[in-house]
């Protein structure tokens, strides 16, 4: 038998006959408590040459936190509990070798365990039975009363009542365009055509759409392709000729009756969430309101001011009274300050809704002639003015000749301080009040030349 080590004993890893004893503890040799330790070992096979330096064995050597290795700074070594060595000590003593257990025993450890997991087992059996049988166990005997018979029957003024004759007039509209798509609302217009429906909806939700670029999408989930019958940017309103007949006409209501604090409800399809339902009051009336990305797309709007929740999407759908009447189109939500200029992510109780005549006066223009008609007085506004009231530009030409204003008696440089006994503090307060009027309306401005006040009669005319 060889003598690795040099001492003259025989290799306790051997047997008399010089064969590879297999239970011999791998890599110590009963005589040397800090023999190494090598994978190799482990199967009776001593490597060839020297030993790889860590990190070149498939199977790297087990990680020894108390082996003496390079120099590490004190604050970086992974010392278990915070436990260093003295200064100039030795590093901590190597623990003493495992002993290798025989085979028999381990094979004795995993039956007792088997035996345990299957006593267990049985016991627990056992003690549900037990349970199941007393008085902490199921109940199978125990049923429950069914609910009571319902009924989805509600008042016609309900909200409910409200929601439910008028959703299936309600339509969502999905458009797409040359700059993308996205998602508005709209409702069914009484004003049937030759195997089609109107819809009306507003202008920026169709804007810029493709040829054949409109789906209309019943609250049944029929769809349809809308075509734009005509579209005004001014009063952000559109109406959608679409190919079904059959959903019932919304009907329209009296705008010019509604109060504030009146009840009202909200349909549409905000986020492309179609036929939902939100209800509030009216917060406000005669809302002066601009919308658009440029002087083209300006909308004016003397809206209805209302704190039901209003979410992109819910553009173009209606909102209606108590009686279930459309007294408004919904348009435009406003931004909390800060904004920054960028789209609002969600309600937060201020929607602006096209009040009802405004809409069915323009609808009724795009269906006959495919434009709206806009009331003017023809005089420019000065928009650098600070002071009380709304100034017509102090310049010549401020006045159109032969105009409507001109015909009054306007002058550059007046300053109107209301309209119709109603006070103006900005010039978009003018041009919408202004707007929401018919052509051949007369208007009564009060107006301040020099330093008196004098009321000014004038007769608006169309536009073009």
Request: hydrophobic letters at 35%.
């Given at each position: 038998?060889?003598?690795?080590?040099?001492?003259?004993?025989?290799?306790?890893?051997?047997?008399e006959g010089g064969r590879p004893d297999p239970w011999a503890a791998p890599g110590h040799d009963g005589r040397s408590a800090d023999g190494p330790w090598r994978p190799a070992d482990a199967w009776g096979q001593a490597p060839a040459?020297?030993?790889?330096?860590?990190?070149?064995?498939?199977?790297?050597?087990?990680?020894?936190?108390?082996?003496?290795?390079?120099?590490?700074?004190?604050?970086?070594?992974?010392?278990?509990?915070?436990?260093?060595?003295?200064?100039?000590?030795?590093?901590?003593?190597?623990?003493?070798?495992?002993?290798?257990?025989?085979?028999?025993?381990?094979?004795?450890?995993?039956?007792?365990?088997?035996?345990?997991?299957?006593?267990?087992?049985?016991?627990?059996?056992?003690?549900?039975?037990?349970?199941?049988?007393?008085?902490?166990?199921?109940?199978?005997?125990?049923?429950?009363?069914?609910?009571?018979?319902?009924?989805?029957?509600?008042?016609?003024?309900?909200?409910?009542?409200?929601?439910?004759?008028?959703?299936?007039?309600?339509?969502?509209?999905?458009?797409?365009?040359?700059?993308?798509?996205?998602?508005?609302?709209?409702?069914?217009?009484?004003?049937?055509?030759?195997?089609?429906?109107?819809?009306?909806?507003?202008?920026?939700?169709?804007?810029?759409?493709?040829?054949?670029?409109?789906?209309?999408?019943?609250?049944?989930?029929?769809?349809?392709?809308?075509?734009?019958?005509?579209?005004?940017?001014?009063?952000?309103?559109?109406?959608?000729?679409?190919?079904?007949?059959?959903?019932?006409?919304?009907?329209?209501?009296?705008?010019?009756?509604?109060?504030?604090?009146?009840?009202?409800?909200?349909?549409?399809?905000?986020?492309?969430?179609?036929?939902?339902?939100?209800?509030?009051?009216?917060?406000?009336?005669?809302?002066?309101?601009?919308?658009?990305?440029?002087?083209?797309?300006?909308?004016?709007?003397?809206?209805?001011?209302?704190?039901?929740?209003?979410?992109?999407?819910?553009?173009?759908?209606?909102?209606?009274?108590?009686?279930?009447?459309?007294?408004?189109?919904?348009?435009?939500?406003?931004?909390?300050?800060?904004?920054?200029?960028?789209?609002?992510?969600?309600?937060?109780?201020?929607?602006?809704?096209?009040?009802?005549?405004?809409?069915?006066?323009?609808?009724?223009?795009?269906?006959?002639?495919?434009?709206?008609?806009?009331?003017?007085?023809?005089?420019?506004?000065?928009?650098?003015?600070?002071?009380?009231?709304?100034?017509?530009?102090?310049?010549?030409?401020?006045?159109?000749?032969?105009?409507?204003g001109d015909r009054a008696g306007l002058q550059p440089g007046d300053v109107v301080l209301a309209i119709d006994g109603r006070p103006v503090t900005e010039p978009s307060e003018l041009i919408v009040d202004i707007r929401a009027r018919?052509?051949?309306?007369?208007?009564?401005?009060?107006?301040?030349?020099?330093?008196?006040?004098?009321?000014?009669?004038?007769?608006?005319?169309?536009?073009?």
């Open positions: 038998m060889s003598d690795p080590y040099g001492t003259g004993a025989p290799d306790p890893r051997r047997d040459g020297p030993q790889q330096p860590a990190g070149h064995d498939a199977f790297p050597p087990p990680y020894d936190p108390y082996r003496a290795g390079p120099a590490v700074p004190q604050a970086a070594r992974p010392e278990p509990f915070g436990l260093l060595p003295a200064q100039g000590s030795e590093p901590w003593p190597p623990p003493a070798p495992r002993s290798r257990r025989s085979p028999a025993r381990w094979i004795g450890a995993g039956s007792l365990v088997l035996v345990l997991g299957v006593v267990g087992g049985f016991a627990g059996g056992l003690l549900q039975d037990e349970l199941s049988d007393g008085s902490g166990g199921t109940y199978p005997g125990v049923s429950l009363p069914s609910p009571s018979a319902g009924s989805t029957q509600r008042a016609a003024g309900s909200v409910a009542g409200i929601a439910a004759a008028a959703l299936p007039s309600v339509v969502a509209l999905q458009v797409q365009g040359s700059q993308g798509s996205g998602t508005g609302s709209g409702f069914v217009l009484d004003a049937p055509t030759d195997g089609g429906s109107f819809v009306l909806t507003n202008n920026h939700v169709v804007a810029g759409a493709a040829t054949d670029g409109i789906v209309v999408v019943f609250q049944d989930g029929q769809q349809a392709r809308g075509r734009v019958v005509g579209a005004d940017s001014s009063y952000d309103l559109a109406v959608v000729r679409v190919d079904r007949t059959g959903p019932r006409a919304l009907p329209f209501g009296d705008s010019s009756s509604v109060v504030v604090g009146d009840p009202v409800v909200a349909v549409g399809a905000p986020l492309g969430l179609q036929g939902t339902v939100t209800e509030g009051i009216v917060s406000a009336l005669n809302r002066p309101v601009t919308a658009g990305e440029s002087q083209d797309e300006t909308s004016y709007i003397q809206a209805i001011q209302t704190d039901a929740a209003i979410n992109p999407g819910n553009s173009g759908g209606p909102l209606l009274n108590a009686a279930g009447e459309v007294i408004g189109v919904n348009s435009a939500i406003a931004a909390l300050p800060g904004a920054g200029g960028q789209a609002p992510t969600g309600s937060i109780g201020l929607g602006f809704s096209i009040p009802s005549e405004q809409a069915r006066r323009t609808a009724e223009q795009l269906i006959q002639t495919g434009r709206a008609v806009h009331p003017v007085i023809k005089v420019s506004l000065d928009g650098t003015y600070q002071g009380q009231g709304v100034r017509i530009v102090d310049q010549p030409g401020a006045v159109t000749p032969g105009g409507p018919e052509p051949g309306e007369t208007v009564t401005l009060s107006v301040r030349r020099g330093g008196e006040t004098v009321d000014v009669p004038v007769t608006l005319e169309a536009d073009g």
